[in-house]
């Protein structure tokens, strides 16, 4: 699976947009882009994922450049509740029932401040 | 509907004691995974139930972890002898189809101190 490269952390204003970039340069055509976060003592929560095209839903956007070599996770109006641990991650996603397990990095800790 | 639980939330032994952690996925789901984070490292894939059959242990440490998963519901982690390299947070996370699209739901851990 590719590498992926997040910022440390970041900062937001609470009810602003937060945009959480990730670089994943060796990315192969086959392999999607999954966010998922950790907020402070519960499991990782998934986000989003995708392989070529934007998407949305309830949560984020995920905007993936036309190169696919780079990401943008983007929480509209962030509430506080958002402070959270946010995680990158480059997966293939083989058929057959082959286990295609996530590979955390370090993630990018995102501060939204009131 | 309920999501993963894990049990127990907190868990506190002695180097060479045996501990043995619970999880029970989502109702349906036949994909199960053990993960866990120890002291100061990444989230760390340890493996993969496909209901009740073994698909991917190669994250298990060593010999000493023996996870379960009679009848493919509930699944078992245990730990024997424990050492204290072993602390650390271990997740249970589960999803209905492996594939393209998987999302998984993982629960809240269970925290592991060996002292």
């Known amino acids: 699976d590719a590498k992926t490269t997040q910022p440390t952390s970041m900062d937001c204003a609470e009810g602003r947009a937060a945009n959480l970039p990730c670089n994943h340069s060796t990315i192969s055509g086959n392999e999607y882009v999954y966010w998922y976060r950790q907020i402070h003592s519960q499991g990782p929560q998934y986000i989003i994922h995708?392989?070529?095209n934007n998407e949305t839903n309830e949560m984020a956007s995920l905007i993936i450049t036309e190169d696919r070599k780079s990401s943008t996770l983007i929480l509209p109006h962030a509430t506080l509740r958002d402070t959270a641990v946010y995680y990158c991650i480059v997966r293939l996603t083989p058929y057959g029932g082959a286990t295609n397990k996530l590979i955390f990095g370090t993630g990018t800790l995102l501060a939204v401040q009131p | 509907e309920a999501g993963v639980t894990q049990f127990p939330s907190h868990s506190v032994i002695e180097k060479g004691q045996t501990v043995t952690l619970r999880c029970d996925p989502i109702s349906g789901h036949d994909n199960l995974y053990w993960y866990r984070r120890v002291m100061g490292k990444e989230i760390k894939f340890l493996l993969h139930f496909v209901k009740e059959s073994k698909q991917d242990e190669s994250g298990m440490p060593n010999n000493r972890f023996l996870a379960e998963r009679t009848g493919g519901t509930y699944s078992t982690l245990k730990v024997q002898p424990a050492e204290l390299e072993d602390s650390g947070v271990y997740f249970c996370a589960s999803s209905p189809v492996a594939g393209p699209n998987e999302k998984l739901f993982f629960g809240s851990g269970t925290q592991l101190s060996v002292l």
């Open positions: 995708g392989l070529k």
